[in-house]
């Protein structure tokens, strides 16, 4: 057994005895069993499939620039990432401190933010180097962030406010400067919570879509009013991967969506690929 891989055996036996964002590698998610009438069933078209390697716990996906940004997890083996999207290679990379968890990024004009899973820290970077410029504390858990803009029209137009996670069926909006709480929403579908709410993105028509840990569930939000207005069933994507891609994986994870188009790139946690979708139409929730 490998240094790597024995590292990472022990800290996931580690995880799941405390109950932490990760699952078995055999049995990564629980196939969608969200019934309603009341929202569309989406499903991802595949336009394309990027391979690539296996070492990233994937926490925080965001394109920015025409680069991808990747936040992953784990103590000991947390680190950022910046990515060329033109042929997948990696431009630049920092390791977080050992004692600290990474989670979810996001950037917000020259700042990357990197938030942390239960060490109450949030990092402030340099977007081009990843260089840490400071620090900020938040209480309770984090788990996803994006960014809000106050117009959809352009990527590069200032923050209106961040958006973040913390495992529950809550989001908060954050003030993109001081990182202070302003606000939050309680994200329901049909009036019922949703729990576990993990990585998100914040889309271009101002849609919030979030990961459902140990599912292969995103849901779509209205951050206004917090209600679910879709359900997307990640599924086909594990089952499109070989076996071998397969082993060692772990749960879907991971939203990013291609500026000023209708796509995405999705992965999850030591995923060997990315895939380029779309979100079409199947059928309403619960309906075959």
Known sequence: MTVRVRAFAAALSALLAAGACSSTPDSPATASTITSDSVPRLTPEVVREYDRGDDAFTQG???????????????????????SLDDMTELDRVDLPSDLFGEGITVDGDTLWQITWRNGVAIARDRDTLAEQRRVSYDG??????????????????????????GTSTLTFRDPAS?????SVDVTLDGNPVEQLNELECADDGSVYANVWQSFDIMRIDPTSGKVTAVIDGTPLWNSMSAADRTGADVFNGIAQIPCTDRFLVTGKFWPKIFEVRFTSSAPVGQN
Not at 143 to 158: F, K, P
Request: hydrophobic content about 30%; some cysteine.
């Open 61 to 83: 996906f965001e394109i920015d620039g025409g680069v991808l940004y990747e936040g992953t997890g784990l103590e000991g083996s947390s680190f950022v990432r910046r990515t």
């Open 179 to 183: 990182f202070d709480a302003e606000a």
């Open 141 to 166: 858990e984090g788990w996803g962030l994006c960014t809000e803009r106050s117009s959809t029209e352009r990527r590069d137009s200032s923050a209106e406010r961040l958006v973040m996670s913390d």
